[in-house]
Nanobody, 120 residues
Framework: QVQLVESGGGLVQAGGSLRLSCAATGSILRIETMGWYRQAPGNQRELVARITIGGTTNYADSVKGRFTISRDNTKTVSLQMNSLKPEDTALYYC???????????????WGLGTQVTVSS
């Protein structure tokens, strides 16, 4: 069983910063990709940023230059969010592509989400 736990959300004024973290626990052999997604009320869930095991990153156009994703260790990823805007307000989820050691299989795992609210 793999579990992802997010932390670091909160309320911040426009122009401010927040740092989100997501840590995985369980019988993990390998984490191929780590990503952050977000979903605002009435909207579909969208990719914010993703990083591969090799360090390749990609970002949504709306956050390029403001957000930075990083792998803190083999099981933890962070998202540094600067120059936040009201339109960044959403529930932020992490998603890992994981190969478990027992049973030996690959799959996607999601966290429960952490709320980010940016006031104008």
């Amino acid at each position: 069983q793999v579990q992802l736990v997010e932390s670091g959300g909160g309320l911040v004024q426009a122009g401010g910063s927040l740092r989100l973290s997501c840590a995985a626990t369980g019988s993990i052999l390998r984490i191929e990709t780590m990503g952050w997604y977000r979903q605002a009320p009435g909207n579909q869930r969208e990719l914010v940023a993703r990083i591969t095991i090799g360090g390749t990153t990609n970002y949504a156009d709306s956050v390029k230059g403001r957000f930075t994703i990083s792998r803190d260790n083999t099981k933890t990823v962070s998202l540094q969010m600067n120059s936040l805007k009201p339109e960044d307000t959403a529930l932020y989820y992490c998603k890992f592509q994981v190969t478990t050691s027992w049973p030996l299989k690959a799959g996607d795992y999601w966290g429960l989400g952490t709320q980010v609210t940016v006031s104008s």
